[in-house]
């Protein structure tokens, strides 16, 4: 047996990282691009499993020393280089990112960042707000816990087991019941996020890739096939990458059928994939080998860890992402693919083959008088650069209670919720309170006829929305006072339909029903259709967003035109239009209405509302 290079796989590296990159730049053009991790994980699976055996097969034994120095010495420069510069850059100039930097760094280098993220409450598809540049490396926490286990535990199938079968549907077993584990976790409607980032939930993929590896090693495959069986191997994988990318292009990463069996069967797909190009005699391998594949495969690591960062910064500085969506796209994977190519040529190509018992007589030798090495100077000078600067912010991390207390957004919001807390529970005001109330309301009213602060101060309406409306409620309160809101930060679309339906089914939903979503991505037809059935027979009114800093801001803006066509009880409240253009009436993030934008977001949703009582 010889281990092979096989150069298919970089082509399923490409479609993997392509398909997470074009998922985080354009979620709803490419809304099932989430799943690349998946094969990843599976390839991850195969590849370690079928190296393992084979080192088992041809010495008795596996070298553990040796496996985990390479895996160190492959993944940690890296890793380390990019979580240094992330945290250097925001210490420079996103102060407010630092928010449990140590705790990240930490979980992160030790490989258990995803549970970091869960026990944080951190949400993988709220693409709004400060978004953290370390989300993605969740995968990278599961893949260094598989590393770290996974060599112990083939050794000990392989010592006690022995047989390659029983091994198999140990895996394969094992496969399923962490795909049943993620049915079972997994709750409708609300945010996914603890069984996407939970290892106990994604060990599928990698057990499906062990279990292909134990019964299909690279080192035994015949060279050559007969016609039939050639024709029937490529058509598995031919039938397998077609659905992939279909999938790719149609799943969405909040539908009920990815967790209920559907990324299973995704993976299942690319363990066929992985096992079509895997084969010699087929013809899969020389179909996904050039070197465009071969420039990205090799790069895909790189590629993966610096892509985050790359886009929340980027759409951080960039304040109309919206007007040229394909063109900043661009833009950011060339910045990517720059930052990637620099990365593997200087950092993880030379480290992982660096003799690092000869650091100090590297560092001696490149600061001598007569050292040729002047770019080797230059180097060393900015990494300690970078990493005094990312050492400062680590030592210095901000308080979350004090980053919160500095943002204005978020003390009008508490505010409101407050008051918001206070109507529920019926609690009298005091004749303060009620004087500022009463100021308020004329405030919020002005404008309106005699007639339609009438029919305000009278109707009932249910207000359901993400953190515009949560800025906004308290106008929308004052305008109509028998309003009851609920709005939370961060909200999905998806995740106001279990709302919706507890109202309805308690006889709690008014006849006027206001929505105000969109602002944290896109939503998906069966999510539309859902909340329209719920609230079939009442008057519905959608405003629609104003996010320039974000490529979805158009897309949710169109799907919602194309929904009022379709159901005649939707009104669509044009906030976009009105205040494109006034940059004035918002907060520095351009998108959640401030103190004077307050008036006119308050004033546009009253009169679409009365102007049809």
Request: glycine share 6%; charged share 20%.
């Amino acid at each position: 047996m010889k281990k092979r290079y096989i150069t298919g796989f970089d082509g399923l590296r490409t479609l993997a990282v392509v398909g997470v990159i074009l998922y985080h730049i354009m979620p709803f053009k490419f809304q099932g691009g989430f799943l690349g991790v998946p094969i990843f994980l599976v390839l991850s699976g195969y590849l370690i499993t079928d190296h393992l055996v084979l080192e088992y097969e041809q010495t008795g034994t596996i070298d553990l020393k040796n496996f985990y120095i390479k895996r160190i010495k492959r993944l940690y420069p890296g890793l380390i280089t990019m979580l240094m510069a992330t945290t250097a850059y925001i210490t420079l100039f996103q102060r407010q990112l630092l928010v449990n930097i140590r705790g990240v760094i930490v979980t992160n280098l030790l490989y258990v960042y995803n549970w970091f993220e869960i026990a944080h409450g951190e949400s993988y598809f709220d693409k709004f707000g400060n978004q953290s540049p370390f989300t993605h490396l969740w995968t990278l926490a599961i893949e260094g816990q598989f590393y770290l286990f996974w060599p112990l535990i083939m050794l000990a199938l392989l010592v006690f087991v022995r047989k390659k079968q029983p091994i198999f549907d140990i895996l394969f077993i094992g496969s399923f019941v962490s795909a049943l584990l993620m049915a079972f976790m997994f709750h409708p409607n609300q945010d996914p996020s603890r069984v996407y980032y939970g290892t106990d939930t994604r060990l599928f993929s990698i057990f499906l890739g062990a279990s292909l590896a134990i019964i299909w090693p690279s080192g035994r495959l015949r060279q050559r096939l007969d016609g039939r069986l050639r024709l029937m191997l490529d058509g598995i994988g031919i039938v397998s990458l077609l659905l992939m990318l279909w999938m790719f292009m149609t799943t969405s990463g909040q539908s009920d059928l990815v967790y209920r069996g559907g990324m299973y069967f995704f993976s299942l797909l690319a363990t066929l994939l992985i096992a079509a190009v895997a084969h010699p005699g087929a013809d899969l391998n020389r179909m996904l080998s050039n070197p465009v594949f071969t420039w990205v495969g090799r790069r895909s690591y790189g590629i993966y860890i610096y892509q985050y960062p790359v886009l929340i910064f980027y759409e951080s500085a960039v304040k109309n992402i919206a007007a040229h969506p394909w063109l900043h796209a661009i833009i950011e994977i060339i910045i990517i693919c720059l930052i990637s190519e620099f990365s593997y040529r200087c950092i993880e190509k030379k480290l992982s083959k660096f003799d690092y018992s000869q650091t100090w007589l590297v560092l001696r030798d490149s600061f001598r008088k007569n050292s040729p090495f002047k770019w080797r100077q230059v180097g060393i000078v900015t990494a300690t650069a970078v990493t005094v600067i990312a050492l400062f912010g680590i030592i210095n991390q901000p308080d979350a209670s004090a980053v919160q207390k500095d943002n204005q957004l978020q003390q009008v919001i508490q505010k409101n919720e407050q008051a918001t807390a206070k109507r529920k529970k019926g609690k009298k005001l005091t004749a303060k309170e009620k004087q500022e109330q009463k100021a308020a309301q004329a405030s919020a009213q002005k404008g309106l006829t005699a007639a339609q602060k009438k029919r305000a101060q009278m109707l009932q309406v249910t207000a359901v929305g993400d953190s515009v409306m949560a800025d906004g409620m308290e106008t929308l309160q004052n305008i109509f006072p028998q309003m009851y809101v609920d709005a939370k930060v961060g909200r999905q679309v998806a995740e106001i339909v279990p709302i919706l339906q507890a109202l309805k089914n308690q006889g709690k939903l008014a006849d006027t029903v206001l929505i105000g979503e969109g602002t944290n991505g896109p939503f998906t037809q069966q999510t539309l259709d859902q909340i329209m059935t719920i609230t079939k027979g009442h008057k519905v009114y959608w405003i629609n967003v104003h996010v320039p800093t974000k490529n979805w801001q158009n897309q949710v803006n169109s799907d919602l035109e194309a929904a009022a066509k379709k159901y005649h009880n939707l009104t669509i409240i044009d906030w976009y239009s009105k205040s494109n253009n006034h940059p004035d009436w918002f907060y520095s993030d351009n998108v959640h209405p401030n103190s004077n934008g307050l008036k006119y977001y308050g004033d546009v949703v009253a009169r679409a509302i009365l102007k049809k009582k």
